[in-house]
């Protein structure tokens, strides 16, 4: 199974690609897709969309999972980041991915053993957890630690959902 990690930005939006067979893990590809700041928001936004497709395109992933997005203390940039975040999940599910969500604090907890992970040690994870990685920036980092994230939650996620639809079928 190939999963896609995305990590949203306006500037900036990390993107990483891993294999999984079983509990075993490999590093395909790693990236970011960048925006020109001198460009109005709606250009940016189709900016981030296209280079979403073409990662996508390159390396035809089975799934995608993307970080929340926290609250800054700037309204005008938590709207934008989140203006951008809904481009992220709309990139996949666009292409047919099923698309999961997991927060900061979980995707530490995944990959470090611990929730509040500074992003260096998250990177030092990624690197033992992906041999033969070698990271270029720390938002591809922290995309490759949302899709190892979801490697290890999404067996749960789906056993969860059937047995929801399950409930729902016996009534």
Request: charged content about 20%.
């Amino acid at each position: 199974m190939r999963l896609l990690g995305l990590d949203p930005g306006l500037q900036i939006s990390g993107w990483g690609i891993i294999d999984v067979a079983g509990n075993r893990l490999r590093h395909v590809a790693d990236g970011v897709v960048r925006t020109n700041k001198d460009w109005s928001l709606a250009e940016r936004l189709v900016q981030l969309y296209d280079g979403l497709g073409e990662v996508i395109d390159a390396y035809n992933p089975s799934e995608a999972a993307v970080e929340e997005t926290f609250v800054n203390k700037n309204p005008n940039s938590t709207l934008k980041l989140g203006q951008a975040r809904g481009i992220v999940l709309l990139a996949p599910a666009k292409k047919g991915l099923p698309v999961a969500e997991y927060s900061a604090n979980l995707i530490k907890k995944s990959v470090v053993g611990t929730g509040h992970a500074a992003k260096e040690q998250v990177q030092m994870m990624i690197k033992s957890l992906l041999p033969g990685c070698e990271i270029k920036t720390a938002d591809a980092a922290d995309a490759l630690a949302v899709a190892v994230c979801h490697s290890h939650h999404r067996v749960t996620q789906r056993a969860w959902e059937n047995a929801v639809v399950m409930a729902g079928a016996k009534k």
